[in-house]
């Protein structure tokens, strides 16, 4: 017995498959208008057929009798549903021609036999599982874009997406609940929508540097900048004056430059970046918060921006102590990694125990010029015994032969400084002091081997022990004045999640940052090979 589709919805939805934009509600029903829908062998064997190469999905329909998930009778809702969040999912900044929800409706206007019912249903299992995948954990495996970006994944199991969307009785609700529960997503979204409504044509300002007093038509276009993104009121001005200043200092603050009320160099280059460029930063921003997707953060946890040059201690939502980081420097070899692990002791008075990359890149080649050189450094064997500099013969060795490792003994000079803080890991990174303290002047704070250097490492010490002892200082200075290199448990594990963020939402609004790795280049260039398209960045 064949079947007829009807499918209805308004004349604004259907722009809305045609361009796959989300700016409208769309209204899609797939009515199966055949007297009565009973099971057939024909429907039966096609769905068979169409979902053998997927063991998941058929494992699923084997398991449910084969009975129809999207295309029966009572499915409408579900189904519905479904092409609402496939035909919106540009929204989220996803690849809608992933999913191709027009392509289903095609299917769905050309489906005559039950033959052909059973190659829909499918074709709306795979495109509902690759959807709910990207939308819960992301579309990239960043992996594959950056090796530095080595966070883990979790992605859904497939039998558990489709259990829950058959089993639910709100299907919307289900699927709204696969996007990150974090609010920081909804305002990138909501950003994102709002930088697509903007017109492309942007007041560039021309100058290098512009001051308190100045008088211009670079002035003016300052001003007009400044209004236009809610920094000032209206005025007429032509001369930077004090409201000026103010509102280049707010804009400053948040942008994570140096709030002297001065637009200089690189307070010019922020203000004219284009809503073009913010959009690419906002897209990858809602993917790297959908790699994290429900993962709990912890209601105590360290949240290390790399893009911000900010390590922040969050209590329940909170930030209960910031201080500035140094970061790995730009170079392929020395750039911070991405991943999230657990804080669990600190070291007071630490050694450090060089890393063999440097070891070899760089002290071996002194070493062999001078057996001498970098005379702080102890040799030590593979017992981690200090050997000699004269028992050495330095110059017999390669990079990939030299036995011997390098440490710091501590000190008030040592790289680590006075303390550092352990998550282990694989790529041996983890928090610490430095006497290289004029750092932390510099906007942008790129200069470590990969670890993470911190501003403020005695505070952010005090604030992590007060959890466990009502004298977080006198603890810490205890194991200081002891001078030997010494541990300190935390009773509770901390997570720490190092993150890459260039736009992210603040109290006051939207904090951009520059791309210093290259990394949302590189993920923005994948996402649009994947099939992301922003208008405001295509034209």
Same mark, same amino acid.
């Given at each position: 017995?064949?079947?007829?589709?009807?499918?209805?919805?308004?004349?604004?939805?259907?722009?809305?498959?045609?361009?796959?934009?989300?700016?409208?509600?769309?209204?899609?029903?797939?009515?199966?208008?055949?007297?009565?829908?009973?099971?057939?062998?024909?429907?039966?064997?096609?769905?068979?057929?169409?979902?053998?190469?997927?063991?998941?999905?058929?494992?699923?329909?084997?398991?449910?009798?084969?009975?129809?998930?999207?295309?029966?009778?009572?499915?409408?809702?579900?189904?519905?549903?479904?092409?609402?969040?496939?035909?919106?999912?540009?929204?989220?900044?996803?690849?809608?021609?992933?999913?191709?929800?027009?392509?289903?409706?095609?299917?769905?206007?050309?489906?005559?036999?039950?033959?052909?019912?059973?190659?829909?249903?499918?074709?709306?299992?795979?495109?509902?599982?690759?959807?709910?995948?990207?939308?819960?954990?992301?579309?990239?495996?960043?992996?594959?874009?950056?090796?530095?970006?080595?966070?883990?994944?979790?992605?859904?199991?497939?039998?558990?997406?489709?259990?829950?969307?058959?089993?639910?009785?709100?299907?919307?609700?289900?699927?709204?609940?696969?996007?990150?529960?974090?609010?920081?997503?909804?305002?990138?979204?909501?950003?994102?929508?709002?930088?697509?409504?903007?017109?492309?044509?942007?007041?560039?300002?021309?100058?290098?540097?512009?001051?308190?007093?100045?008088?211009?038509?670079?002035?003016?276009?300052?001003?007009?900048?400044?209004?236009?993104?809610?920094?000032?009121?209206?005025?007429?001005?032509?001369?930077?004056?004090?409201?000026?200043?103010?509102?280049?200092?707010?804009?400053?603050?948040?942008?994570?430059?140096?709030?002297?009320?001065?637009?200089?160099?690189?307070?010019?280059?922020?203000?004219?970046?284009?809503?073009?460029?913010?959009?690419?930063?906002?897209?990858?921003?809602?993917?790297?918060?959908?790699?994290?997707?429900?993962?709990?953060?912890?209601?105590?946890?360290?949240?290390?921006?790399?893009?911000?040059?900010?390590?922040?201690? !969050?209590? #329940? /939502? @909170?930030?209960?102590?910031?201080? +500035?980081?140094? %970061?790995?420097? $730009?170079?392929?070899?020395?750039? =911070?990694?991405?991943?999230?692990?657990?804080?669990?002791?600190?070291?007071?008075?630490?050694?450090?125990?060089?890393?063999?990359?440097?070891?070899?890149?760089?002290?071996?080649?002194?070493?062999?010029?001078?057996?001498?050189?970098?005379?702080?450094?102890? !040799?030590? #064997? /593979? @017992?981690?015994?200090?050997?000699? +500099?004269?028992? %050495?013969?330095? $110059?017999?060795?390669?990079?990939? =032969?030299?036995?011997?490792?390098?440490?710091?003994?501590?000190?008030?000079?040592?790289?680590?400084?006075?303390?550092?803080?352990?998550?282990?890991?694989?790529?041996?990174?983890?928090?610490?002091?430095?006497?290289?303290?004029?750092?932390?002047?510099?906007? !942008?704070?790129?200069?470590?081997?990969?670890?993470?250097?911190?501003?403020?490492?005695?505070?952010?010490?005090?604030?992590?022990?007060?959890?466990?002892?009502?004298?977080?200082?006198?603890?810490?200075?205890?194991?200081?004045?002891?001078?030997?290199?010494?541990?300190?448990?935390?009773?509770?594990?901390?997570?720490?999640?190092?993150?890459?963020?260039?736009?992210?939402?603040?109290?006051?609004?939207?904090?951009?940052?520059?791309?210093?790795?290259?990394?949302?280049?590189?993920?923005?260039?994948?996402?649009?090979?994947?099939?992301?398209?922003?208008?405001?960045?295509?034209?």
């Amino acid at each position: 017995m064949g079947i007829i589709v009807h499918i209805s919805f308004s004349a604004r939805a259907c722009g809305v498959i045609r361009r796959l934009t989300a700016t409208t509600a769309l209204t899609v029903a797939l009515a199966w208008t055949s007297p009565v829908l009973a099971q057939s062998d024909a429907f039966t064997r096609s769905l068979a057929e169409a979902s053998a190469a997927d063991e998941a999905v058929a494992g699923f329909y084997r398991g449910h009798g084969y009975q129809p998930l999207w295309t029966g009778p009572n499915d409408q809702a579900r189904r519905h549903a479904l092409i609402m969040a496939l035909a919106t999912a540009d929204e989220q900044g996803l690849p809608v021609k992933r999913y191709d929800p027009a392509a289903l409706i095609a299917l769905a206007k050309a489906a005559v036999t039950e033959g052909d019912r059973g190659r829909l249903e499918v074709a709306m299992t795979t495109a509902y599982l690759s959807y709910a995948r990207d939308v819960s954990s992301g579309a990239l495996t960043p992996k594959k874009i950056d090796p530095t970006i080595v966070r883990e994944i979790i992605r859904p199991d497939p039998a558990v997406l489709l259990a829950g969307i058959a089993a639910t009785p709100a299907p919307d609700a289900y699927l709204s609940a696969l996007l990150p529960n974090a609010p920081e997503y909804a305002r990138l979204v909501k950003e994102k929508l709002r930088l697509e409504r903007q017109a492309p044509s942007l007041i560039g300002i021309s100058a290098t540097k512009l001051s308190p007093g100045d008088s211009s038509d670079a002035v003016v276009a300052l001003r007009d900048r400044l209004i236009e993104l809610g920094y000032m009121g209206r005025s007429a001005t032509a001369i930077y004056d004090g409201q000026m200043q103010r509102a280049v200092q707010r804009y400053q603050l948040d942008q994570g430059l140096a709030a002297d009320g001065v637009a200089g160099e690189s307070t010019i280059e922020a203000l004219n970046t284009t809503p073009a460029e913010r959009l690419q930063s906002v897209s990858v921003a809602l993917e790297r918060m959908r790699w994290m997707g429900h993962t709990d953060l912890g209601a105590r946890h360290i949240w290390v921006n790399q893009a911000d040059f900010t390590a922040e201690i !969050v209590d #329940d /939502g @909170r930030v209960s102590f910031q201080t +500035r980081v140094v %970061v790995g420097k $730009a170079s392929p070899e020395m750039r =911070s990694p991405e991943f999230s692990d657990q804080m669990e002791y600190l070291v007071i008075n630490p050694s450090w125990g060089v890393p063999r990359s440097i070891i070899v890149k760089e002290y071996l080649p002194m070493l062999q010029r001078n057996p001498n050189a970098v005379g702080h450094l102890q !040799v030590i #064997d /593979g @017992r981690g015994r200090v050997v000699p +500099r004269g028992a %050495v013969n330095f $110059a017999a060795y390669s990079a990939s =032969s030299f036995p011997f490792g390098l440490r710091q003994p501590p000190s008030d000079g040592n790289a680590l400084g006075k303390v550092k803080f352990m998550f282990p890991n694989t790529y041996n990174i983890y928090l610490h002091d430095t006497p290289a303290k004029a750092l932390f002047a510099n906007e !942008v704070r790129a200069f470590s081997h990969g670890c993470i250097r911190l501003g403020d490492p005695f505070d952010f010490a005090y604030t992590l022990l007060a959890k466990q002892t009502s004298d977080p200082k006198g603890l810490f200075q205890e194991h200081l004045d002891a001078k030997n290199e010494s541990s300190v448990s935390l009773e509770v594990p901390v997570p720490v999640h190092l993150v890459y963020y260039t736009a992210w939402p603040t109290k006051t609004g939207m904090a951009y940052r520059r791309d210093v790795y290259g990394r949302d280049a590189k993920l923005f260039e994948a996402l649009t090979e994947a099939g992301v398209a922003l208008p405001e960045v295509q034209g």
